[in-house]
């Protein structure tokens, strides 16, 4: 069984920062790409940001520029920084991760940005 645990999330004011942390129950030798997705109020589920073995990043249009992708320490973790936070960012995040035998979710974590 492979479990992503978020951690991170919170409330937070317009144009401020926050840090998400997602831990993977597996080593990071069986991930191949490591990401997060976001759930925001009337959209569908839509990529935020990926990571491949390898370092190779992919960004969704609305985060480029004010969101980084980073492997964190340990390496069966990863890290999103998210800067300049809008209102519209406002969701549930979700960790990624998709390894040889299939692809998994974590739970979610809520962020709510404040105007």
């Known amino acids: 069984q492979v479990e992503l645990v978020e951690s991170g999330g919170g409330l937070v004011q317009d144009g401020g920062s926050l840090r998400l942390t997602c831990a993977a129950s597996v080593s990071s030798r069986q991930i191949s790409v490591f990401g997060w997705y976001r759930q925001t109020p009337g959209k569908q589920r839509e990529l935020v940001a990926t990571i491949r073995r390898g370092g190779q990043t992919d960004y969704g249009d609305s985060v480029k520029g004010r969101f980084s992708i980073s492997v964190g320490d340990p390496e069966n973790t990863v890290n999103l920084q998210m800067n300049s936070l809008k209102p519209e960012d406002t969701g549930v995040y979700y960790c990624?991760?998709?390894?040889?035998?299939?692809?998994?979710w974590g739970r979610g974590t809520q962020v709510t940005v404040s105007s």
């Open positions: 990624n991760a998709h390894l040889v035998y299939g692809e998994y």
